[in-house]
């Protein structure tokens, strides 16, 4: 039975900071620059918050369904880190602001950069079991970065925005290998989001931690799925990106492990598997629970498909958990991703200077905190959302009244 991925597109918010830029502004070492190998960060504007990323990322997905199609939609499952209540989901608002079917799951999940892909493979195995023909499940991994001088070198890392998964037994983009995964997950403080406006991280600890999940279930992996080789089962690997440098170094400590390959043959094999799925990440930064699935479009934009790919996907999230799993693309999976004009998009953000960029970013660091009451005006950033090129009606967040976030769509 094919299950896996129908349609899949990634919003990256309407404006961007080149990481250069970032850097001098805030006197880092540039010599560190490389070590990221990140060219721009996506920059969430105070209008822009979890519940506009989930809607404006999934609308293109679900716009192309029909009337009917639509319908079959019985699951909206939200993975974010960015919660907005201790009891209600960003689901619920995505949901309404989407016009999706009143029969209809509607669940929120948690687990820093690896929810979305829990919540993946969960739908994967409800359409696979059948006990609802024809049913589709739409996961959206929709976050916000709250990071600011304070972050030092993990602020020009980070990225903002949501990836939209339509799950169904049409898997036009990725089918995935059924029963073909390996998990990994222990307790680790690596990162937390302790109070609504500020990140913590011990980068050395989620650096190793990252690395050990990787190891681990790879090794799980092979041992659920025969003849496995690493170097040559997966014709391309796409896997979470806190920053593409961070990717670099994982396929390189694979290839010695699993492989034995020298440093010249490890390098000619990152730049041919591995480099076209950091296109996009490099763009946009740390995407969160959607940062796996960014790397998986832009692997489909950028690699060569004509043939068929086996794409092994590495998926981890800090506390901690992780997952390595795989599935099939083609020449047809690019048909269809490029129906969403995902690299025009990224292309169509603002760029910001430094200066700006400090002054949206107050208003982006309390977009999570709960007022009673609270007035967002969308239009003193006019400047700015005048020179984004983004070509189609976006959601916007107007502000809080009794509590209850409100919204409304800006015309572009």
């Not at 983009?173 to 990994?184: E, I, K, Q, T, Y």
């Not at 995407?287 to 498909?305: K, M, Q, R």
């Amino acid at each position: 039975m094919n299950v896996g991925i129908e349609a899949l597109n990634v919003y990256c918010g309407l404006a961007q900071i080149p990481v250069r830029t970032l850097f001098e502004g805030r006197g880092l070492d540039l010599e560190r620059l490389g070590n990221l190998m990140m060219h721009n960060r996506s920059v969430g504007l105070p209008f822009e918050d979890p519940v506009t990323n989930a809607v404006n990322a999934a609308k293109p997905v679900v716009d192309r369904l029909t009337d009917e199609q639509k319908d079959r939609i019985e699951i909206v499952i939200t993975s974010t880190e960015s919660g907005l209540d201790y009891s209600k989901s960003v689901a619920s608002y995505v949901h309404e602001h989407l016009g999706l079917s009143r029969n209809c799951r509607v669940v929120e999940v948690k687990q820093a950069c690896y929810a979305a892909t829990a919540a993946v493979q969960l739908a994967v195995a409800y359409v696979a079991s059948g006990v609802s023909p024809g049913a589709k499940a739409l996961v959206i991994a929709t976050d916000v970065a709250l990071v600011d001088e304070r972050a030092a070198y993990a602020e020009p890392a980070m990225g903002a925005g949501a990836a939209a998964v339509l799950v169904s037994d049409d898997p036009r983009v990725l089918a995935v290998d059924l029963g073909a995964f390996g998990n990994h997950s222990y307790e680790t403080m690596d990162s937390a989001r302790p109070t609504p406006s500020f990140d913590i991280a011990d980068s050395d600890r989620s650096l190793f931690a990252y690395l050990d999940c990787l190891t681990n279930c790879f090794e799980s992996y092979r041992a659920k799925v025969e003849d496995v080789d690493f170097a040559t089962t997966f014709d391309y690997l796409a896997m979470h990106t806190p920053f593409a440098g961070m990717v670099k170094a994982a396929h390189r400590k694979l290839m010695r492990e699993f492989a034995g390959t020298a440093p010249a043959e490890a390098e000619e094999d990152f730049t041919r598997r591995v480099l076209p799925s950091l296109i996009y990440p490099s763009s946009v930064g740390n995407l969160c629970s959607g940062s796996v699935y960014l790397a998986l479009c832009s692997l489909i934009d950028n690699g060569e498909l004509d043939g068929g790919a086996r794409v092994g996907l590495y998926s981890y999230g800090s506390g901690c958990s992780s997952e390595f799993f795989s599935g099939l693309v083609d020449r047809g999976s690019a048909d269809e991703l490029a129906a969403m004009r995902i690299g025009e998009h990224l292309a169509g953000r603002c760029e910001l200077t430094f200066e700006e960029y400090t002054r949206v970013l107050p208003g982006n660091l309390t977009c999570l905190v709960p007022e009673q009451d609270r007035q967002v005006d969308v239009a003193a950033y006019d400047d700015i959302v005048g020179r984004a090129r983004i070509g189609r009606d976006l959601l916007v967040n107007t502000g809080t009244k009794d509590y209850r976030r409100t919204y409304e769509w800006l015309s572009r």
